[in-house]
């Protein structure tokens, strides 16, 4: 993909990054569950205020990362893959809505709604960290966009890491909703402020001037005929 659609792909993906945390935030702050507690998906469940606004934010989320993956460069193509499948399973997440309180097991019955939803949200956050990984540690990249990667990547994991374990151990409550809301806003931090980089369209490299194309090839004739001269005395 030429550079001036990656960076077309970049503006794209920052605005559908911008448009879905907006979406999403108004929409959790006006859930069952308000803007702290419960977890994030209870704002799309039928009987919610603001389902329409969260799953529109949702899928406009998917959209980032589908623009974000073509804004890449080939060489993050690993990376790429990673936000192919993250806004695969972010639609998903949008489609399938979770019952009433979002339950998961081992501590609540779920339904097999519930277990979609939750699988998809789930590996949606997982591959999006992995492919910060991707790009601050594994793959080559530009400095900035290793610099983003790298922060964001090292706050993301071990929070990634405490929400699977907070799942398993301790259940729905307010410190798997606190670790949750943390590990989205990273996520979407990383998101934006890549895709701003990407969004920098490379300057054209400058195109000779005719006339000092002329003047050089006159310098060049001109040494040429001196040297000769000098050779022949």
């Known amino acids: 993909m030429p550079d001036a659609a990656r960076a077309v792909a970049g503006r794209v993906a920052a605005g559908c990054v911008l448009l879905g945390a907006v979406a999403v935030t108004v929409a959790v702050g006006a859930g069952p569950g308000g803007p702290w507690r419960g977890y994030v998906s209870e704002a799309g469940v039928s009987d919610s205020a603001f389902a329409s606004t969260y799953r529109m934010g949702v899928f406009a989320l998917a959209a980032a990362l589908l623009a974000l993956a073509a804004a890449l460069p080939v060489t993050l193509r690993l990376a ?136 050089a090839r006159e310098h060049v004739e001109r040494d040429e005929r001196v040297t000769g001269s000098t050779t022949s005395v």
């Open 80 to 215: 790429a893959g990673l936000l192919l499948a993250g806004a695969a399973g972010t639609v998903v997440s949008g489609a399938v809505t979770c019952s009433a309180g979002c339950p998961l097991p081992p501590f609540e019955a779920a339904t097999p709604a519930d277990l979609v939803h939750a699988g998809a949200s789930i590996v949606a956050a997982g591959v999006t960290v992995l492919a910060m990984l991707v790009v601050g540690f594994v793959r080559p990249a530009t400095a900035g966009l290793r610099r983003v990667a790298r922060v964001a990547g090292v706050v993301a994991l071990p929070v990634a890491g405490a929400v699977a374990l907070g799942l398993l151990t301790v259940g729905r409550g307010d410190l798997v909703a606190g670790l949750e809301r943390v590990l989205l806003v990273v996520c979407a931090g990383w998101g934006l402020c890549t895709a701003l980089l990407l969004a920098r369209r490379r300057p054209a490299a400058p195109v000779p001037d005719d006339r000092a194309v002329s003047r």
